[in-house]
């Protein structure tokens, strides 16, 4: 089983910057691969990125990539996402997620591959 609690979500005006974290636990969490979701209203969830523990090997979605970077603590077993440059359309619900499915091989993007989900945290860009 892997825990994940997502933090570091609220108000930001457009142009701004937050930074949110995940903190993992559970026996098996080294084994996942931690990727970062978000959910706008009417929307689908929408994969952003997503890192690997043992070398820090980073994916983006092709739209995220330059305003968003992951990044993981192994001392702590928490994952970050720095987000820059933050639009009004950034605003939504972001989900902290943990993959023991997905291989080196696969695309990373996908929600139904991943196995344990945060709750959630609200970001929400101002104009």
């Known amino acids: 089983q892997v825990q994940l609690v997502e933090s570091g979500g609220g108000l930001v005006q457009a142009g701004g910057s937050l930074r949110l974290s995940c903190a993992a636990s559970?026996?098996?969490?080294?084994?996942?691969?931690m990727g970062w979701f978000r959910r706008s209203a009417g929307k689908e969830r929408e994969f952003i990125a997503a890192?690997?523990?043992?070398?820090?090997?980073?994916y983006y979605a092709d739209s995220k990539k330059g305003r968003f970077t992951i990044s993981r603590d192994n001392a702590d077993n928490t994952v970050y996402l720095q987000m820059n440059g933050l639009e009004v359309e950034d605003t939504a619900i972001y989900y902290c997620?943990?993959?023991?499915?997905?291989?080196?091989?696969?695309?990373?993007?996908?929600?139904?591959?991943?196995?344990?989900w945060g709750q959630g945290t609200q970001v929400t860009v101002s104009s």
């Open positions: 890192i690997t523990w043992y070398g820090g090997r980073e």
């Open positions: 559970g026996r098996s969490v080294r084994n996942s691969l």
């Open positions: 997620a943990a993959s023991q499915r997905i291989t080196h091989t696969q695309p990373k993007g996908v929600p139904n591959k991943y196995d344990y």
